[in-house]
Nanobody
Framework: QVQLVESGGGLVQAVGSLRLSCAAS????????MGWFRQAPGKEREFVAA????????DYADSVKGRFTISRDNGKKTVYLQMNSLKLEDTAVYYC???????????????????WGQGTQVTVSS
């Protein structure tokens, strides 16, 4: 049983910053990738960022490159998403994801992530 618990969401003004955290409760996997997706009202869920177990491989959606940074602390089983220069269009529910088998080239595809958190709301205001 894998549980992912996100935190850090909230209301922030445009150009501000937020840091999301996601703690994983799992005792099965030797290693696993983690990442973030988001879904805005009326839109499909989209990839945001992902990171490999070692942290050596990361991937970002074009829309967040240069503004968001993903990182992880394996000792704490936690992944972070530092979001800077937030824009109105970043408003969405952000979902943490985890998978032990996903390949780097598949990070941006939701169907390859088998474990999902419940989501945390991020609202960017003008």
């Amino acid at each position: 049983q894998v549980q992912l618990v996100e935190s850090g969401g909230g209301l922030v003004q445009a150009v501000g910053s937020l840091r999301l955290s996601c703690a994983a409760s799992e005792r099965t996997f030797v290693s696993y990738a983690m990442g973030w997706f988001r879904q805005a009202p009326g839109k499909e869920r989209e990839f945001v960022a992902a990171i490999s177990w070692s942290g050596g491989s990361t991937d970002y959606a074009d829309s967040v490159k240069g503004r968001f940074t993903i990182s992880r602390d394996n000792g704490k089983k936690t992944v972070y998403l530092q979001m800077n220069s937030l824009k109105l269009e970043d408003t969405a529910v952000y979902y943490c994801v985890l998978d032990p088998l996903i390949r780097t080239r598949s990070y941006d595809s939701s169907r390859y992530w088998n474990y999902w958190g419940q989501g945390t709301q991020v609202t960017v205001s003008s």
